[in-house]
Every structure is written in C-alpha cells, then in structure tokens.
C-alpha cells in the first residue's frame, strides 16, 4: 500500500485562477453538469504555449494531463456546466439544443486581461444530450486541432485547442471508433442560439441579462451608447462581416453555419465538416450532411446576414418597445451588414493581389481573376501564392501560369493586372512581402488532414498529426523542407466529403 502510494502519488490538480461569470448568471442558462470519467485516458496533444499565455500552470497540467483533460479529475475551482442553447439547424428552428457533449469547465483571465472559456468537449452526457452519447470521437477531435489552430496563426479569430485526450472506450458512431476529449479555449461559447433560446420562450428579463453579460464581455466600448442593444448587433454584425471575409480569403468553408454555431464575440467555432477548398469553385461543398449546398463557399456571407437576423429578431424587445420601430432600426443594421462584408472582402482581395491603393476597376479585376480559376480549376491557395512570387520576379510567370489547366487562359488578366500595377503609389519593391502575409503557402488542406487521421486511428501513429502543426503554425513562411505540404491532393487523394463530429 505504501509503495503503491510512493509509485502513484496522489498529486493535487494545479491550482488554477477560476473565475466563473456565465456560472454566476440566473440558473435558466445552463445545467450544472461534471464531466463522466472515462476508462484510460491518454493524453495526445497539449498545447503548452497556449496554457502559459492563459496564465496556467503548464508543466503541472501537462504533468497530470491525461486525467485533468478527459475530466477525471477535477480542476479546483471549476465549476462544470452545460450552457442552454437553441439554433436553427439547416433553416429549421431547434427551441432546445445546448451543449449535449461538451462541458464548461469554467473561465480564466488571460495574461493580456482576456477572459476565456475553457470547456472539455466529448466529456460525457449532460441534461441536453438528448439521444446522444456525449462523446467525440478521435477524427473529429483531430480535425479540430488542426484546422483551429491554423486558423489562429493564419490570423483569423478562432476557438484554439489546449488539449487532445483518447478514452481508451470506444464510440459508436456508423463505425466503432476510439474516443477522445478536445479541450477548447473561447472567447465564449455563446452563441446566437443562446439568445435565441431565451427569445423562444419570451423571457426578456433573462435575454436583457444575456446581452448585458455579453455586453460586458466583448463590447465594453458600447456600454454607454444610447440604444446599446441595437449597438450590440451592429458590433455582432461587423465581427461577423470581417470573420466570414478572412473565411473566403483563405479558401475555408465552416460547413455548419447553423445559429447555434455562430458565436457572438465574432470567433470562428464548431469545426465539424469544415474543409479548405483546393481548387476554387464558389460552389463548393464538403459537408456529407448539406445536401443542398446551403453552406457551400460563396453561400457563407449570404448565411451570415441570414443568421444575423434571427440574432436581430431576438433582440427586438431591447431595442425599441415599440416592434415597428424595432424592427426598422434592426433591418437598417441588417441591410448594413451587405456594404461591411463587401468592404472587408473587397479590401483582403485587393491585398491578395497586390494593391495598396483603391481604383473604380479593382472589383472587376477581382471577379475576372476569379472567372478565369474557376473556368481552369486552379487551386486556390497556390495562385495566390504563385501570383506573390510573380510581383516579386517575371520569372514565376511559367509556374503561375501552370496553375490553370489552359496557361495561356490568364495571359489577358495578367496584362490587365501589371497595367493596373503600374499604377499604384507603393514601390513595386514592398509589394510582395505584402502579399506573402495575406497569401498563405500552408492550409489545413483536406487530403492530409485525412492522412493524419488515419494514421493516427489505425496505427496509433500521431507524427503525421505532428507535422501538420508544425507547417501550419507558420503558414505565410516557405518553409521549403514541407514543400509538398503546399500541394493540391493528387486526383487519387482528394477528399470530396466530410463528415460531422458528432
Ligand atoms: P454540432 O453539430 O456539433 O454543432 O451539435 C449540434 C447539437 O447536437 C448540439 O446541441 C450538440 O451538443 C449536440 N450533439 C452533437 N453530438 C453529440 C453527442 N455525441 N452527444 C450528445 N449531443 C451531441
Ligand atoms: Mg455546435
């Protein structure tokens, strides 16, 4: 007995700097829940850098990390919950989903003065689970990693991963697969759903609470504005116009979009069936599930405006008590959205090509660019890259050229395009270090994401899942020994569909 104790100290968890403030919210918000242990968990991935700039204890975390990250053992000072939420769900409205497999742990105040969520997702039933099993399995977990912390250092506002666990039980899904808990770091977790939850149920008391809370979080600038609620989805609006932008500037497709998946503080969340796009068609579509399309590529900014409105129609009570002029000034902010999407896209597309000044013609330039990729399925990431090293010598001309499947098909654009250079006011010499930062060389492509996966669920091989961090965290540098990282998949490994996490 003694010697096992000495073998296996029973080490307290680190104390970690809790401060719970959707807990101390009114008990209709979520469902006090601890996480279910699991049999044999193993920890795959911790994401040390990130649990220092949280202002954790990373080396003690990391030390116990299988059981703190699976939720066998309890982080002092957490205070684990389930948040209630509602959403539309491929258009259709859901009055009561909430978090059926993820658990909120709690929140810390991060070393830049942020507060942030931590929640464990695949960590067991909770009162929303519905048929559920509350569980994640290994892929997905995987998948979510990679792709948010791509996102994150291609500069896009995201989730990030702290942490991959394996159970060591199985889920039951269409296969039997190993299971797996993500530990995931947010801004928040709320989401329009979660207003919409109150909404549906006509409890404005509680609504004014939330957007109060959210207020408080994530636009504190707004507080003191006359009609701080109408302000609240004007801030929501613009957040999302950028978000969704920077989206189709790198090629990504959420492929989810439901309101239970669009947050509130503007981050990009839920990276179930997301995908990037290889060779650019704006009608692109991975999810196994969107059978119509509804969130293919070029769809998203038109299902972010859509999303906005069932935001703006749950706030309407706060903004005026009077519906008419309610909804008149939330249909303004609506409308609005269309010119800040237009301007944050329009502005990325500019930079992707190389401009630094505005002209009349820069849209049709754009659109004309991207008639010619589609029409010789250029890959999308590559002609942006290849285009950056054309401004930097003539002599990439032969490469870009290659990414079209008729070379000659860009010759016109490119003469419309060094006419319009010619033009600019910048030196031609700044020109491509400032198109190498918005023109990434390393995406999350699907076919490797694919490989990591597998090789990981098949052969408990997780260097594939490795390397993919390692290339992905410096996208916009060459990087030349992961070369191949920046290929399009060969015909025989393009992955055409992707599947759900759940
Ligand atoms: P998602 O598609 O991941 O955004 O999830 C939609 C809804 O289904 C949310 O309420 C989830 O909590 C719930 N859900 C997804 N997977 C599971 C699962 N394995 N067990 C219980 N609930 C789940
Ligand atoms: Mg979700």
Same mark, same amino acid.
């Given at each position: 007995?003694?010697?096992?104790?000495?073998?296996?100290?029973?080490?307290?968890?680190?104390?970690?700097?809790?401060?719970?403030?959707?807990?101390?919210?009114?008990?209709?918000?979520?469902?006090?829940?601890?996480?279910?242990?699991?049999?044999?968990?193993?920890?795959?991935?911790?994401?040390?850098?990130?649990?220092?700039?949280?202002?954790?204890?990373?080396?003690?975390?990391?030390?116990?990390?299988?059981?703190?990250?699976?939720?066998?053992?309890?982080?002092?000072?957490?205070?684990?919950?389930?948040?209630?939420?509602?959403?539309?769900?491929?258009?259709?409205?859901?009055?009561?989903?909430? $978090?059926?497999?993820? =658990? %909120?742990?709690?929140? *810390?105040? !991060? &070393? /830049?003065?942020?507060?942030?969520?931590?929640?464990?997702?695949?960590?067991?039933?909770?009162?929303?689970?519905?048929?559920?099993?509350?569980?994640?399995?290994?892929?997905?977990?995987?998948?979510?990693?990679?792709?948010?912390?791509?996102?994150?250092?291609?500069?896009?506002?995201?989730?990030?991963?702290?942490?991959?666990?394996?159970?060591?039980?199985?889920?039951?899904?269409?296969?039997?697969?190993?299971?797996?808990?993500?530990?995931?770091?947010?801004?928040?977790?709320?989401?329009?759903?979660?207003?919409?939850?109150?909404?549906?149920?006509?409890?404005? $008391?509680?609504?004014? =609470? %939330?957007?109060?809370? *959210?207020? !408080? &979080? /994530?636009?504190?600038?707004?507080?003191?504005?006359?009609?701080?609620?109408?302000?609240?989805?004007?801030?929501?609006?613009?957040?999302?116009?950028?978000?969704?932008?920077?989206?189709?500037?790198?090629?990504?497709?959420?492929?989810?979009?439901?309101?239970?998946?669009?947050?509130?503080?503007?981050?990009?969340?839920?990276?179930?069936?997301?995908?990037?796009?290889?060779?650019?068609?704006?009608?692109?579509?991975?999810?196994?599930?969107?059978?119509?399309?509804?969130?293919?590529?070029?769809?998203?900014?038109?299902?972010?405006?859509?999303?906005?409105?069932?935001?703006?129609?749950?706030? %309407?009570?706060?903004?005026?008590?009077?519906?008419?002029?309610?909804?008149?000034?939330?249909?303004?902010?609506?409308?609005?959205?269309?010119?800040?999407?237009?301007?944050?896209?329009?502005?990325?597309?500019?930079?992707?090509?190389?401009?630094?000044?505005?002209?009349?013609?820069?849209?049709?330039?754009?659109?004309?660019?991207?008639?010619?990729?589609?029409?010789?399925?250029?890959?999308?990431?590559?002609?942006?890259?290849?285009?950056?090293?054309?401004?930097?010598?003539?002599?990439?001309?032969?490469?870009?050229?290659?990414?079209?499947?008729?070379?000659?098909?860009?010759?016109?654009?490119?003469?419309?395009?060094?006419?319009?250079?010619?033009?600019?006011?910048?030196?031609?010499?700044?020109?491509?270090?400032?198109?190498?930062?918005?023109?990434?060389?390393?995406?999350?492509?699907?076919?490797?994401?694919?490989?990591?996966?597998?090789?990981?669920?098949?052969?408990?091989?997780?260097?594939?899942?490795?390397?993919?961090?390692?290339?992905?965290?410096?996208?916009?540098?060459?990087?030349?020994?992961?070369?191949?990282?920046?290929?399009?998949?060969?015909?025989?490994?393009?992955?055409?569909?992707?599947?759900?996490?759940?």
């Amino acid at each position: 007995m003694s010697s096992s104790l000495h073998d296996n100290p029973v080490r307290e968890a680190p104390s970690t700097p809790f401060d719970n403030s959707y807990a101390r919210l009114p008990q209709q918000f979520f469902a006090e829940q601890a996480p279910t242990p699991v049999r044999e968990p193993r920890l795959i991935k911790f994401n040390a850098a990130l649990a220092r700039d949280l202002g954790l204890d990373a080396e003690a975390l990391e030390r116990d990390g299988a059981a703190i990250f699976s939720g066998n053992k309890p982080l002092p000072g957490a205070q684990p919950l389930a948040m209630a939420y509602a959403g539309h769900q491929f258009g259709s409205f859901v009055p009561q989903l909430g $978090d059926g497999r993820a =658990i %909120l742990l709690g929140e *810390v105040v !991060d &070393r /830049h003065g942020r507060r942030r969520d931590i929640q464990l997702k695949g960590a067991g039933p909770t009162p929303f689970s519905r048929r559920g099993d509350g569980r994640a399995a290994l892929g997905p977990v995987l998948r979510e990693y990679i792709v948010s912390e791509a996102m994150h250092a291609l500069g896009i506002p995201t989730t990030r991963a702290l942490a991959a666990v394996t159970t060591g039980e199985p889920v039951y899904r269409e296969d039997v697969l190993p299971g797996a808990v993500f530990t995931r770091v947010a801004a928040s977790h709320i989401r329009v759903g979660t207003f919409q939850f109150f909404a549906a149920r006509g409890d404005t $008391d509680n609504l004014r =609470i %939330l957007a109060d809370h *959210v207020i !408080d &979080r /994530h636009y504190p600038d707004i507080k003191d504005r006359k009609n701080r609620y109408l302000a609240l989805l004007e801030a929501v609006a613009e957040r999302q116009a950028s978000l969704i932008a920077r989206w189709l500037h790198v090629g990504f497709i959420h492929g989810v979009m439901n309101t239970d998946n669009m947050t509130v503080s503007g981050e990009t969340i839920d990276f179930g069936p997301c995908a990037f796009m290889d060779a650019y068609d704006p009608a692109t579509v991975f999810s196994s599930i969107d059978r119509q399309g509804r969130y293919a590529y070029a769809n998203q900014p038109g299902i972010g405006q859509w999303n906005l409105a069932r935001l703006g129609e749950t706030l %309407l009570p706060l903004i005026d008590p009077t519906l008419d002029t309610a909804v008149d000034l939330a249909n303004t902010v609506i409308k609005g959205y269309g010119e800040r999407f237009q301007g944050h896209w329009l502005a990325g597309m500019r930079a992707k090509i190389g401009l630094g000044d505005e002209d009349d013609g820069d849209l049709d330039l754009i659109q004309s660019l991207l008639a010619v990729m589609q029409q010789g399925q250029a890959d999308f990431s590559l002609t942006f890259r290849r285009l950056t090293a054309l401004a930097a010598s003539d002599e990439a001309e032969t490469a870009f050229a290659a990414s079209f499947t008729d070379p000659q098909s860009i010759m016109p654009w490119l003469a419309r395009w060094r006419e319009r250079l010619s033009r600019e006011s910048r030196s031609a010499a700044e020109r491509p270090s400032a198109m190498r930062r918005i023109n990434p060389a390393f995406i999350p492509r699907n076919h490797r994401i694919e490989q990591a996966i597998q090789a990981a669920m098949e052969d408990d091989d997780f260097s594939l899942f490795e390397a993919l961090l390692t290339v992905l965290a410096k996208p916009y540098e060459d990087q030349p020994a992961f070369a191949p990282y920046a290929e399009p998949p060969r015909p025989a490994e393009r992955v055409l569909q992707t599947f759900c996490g759940t």
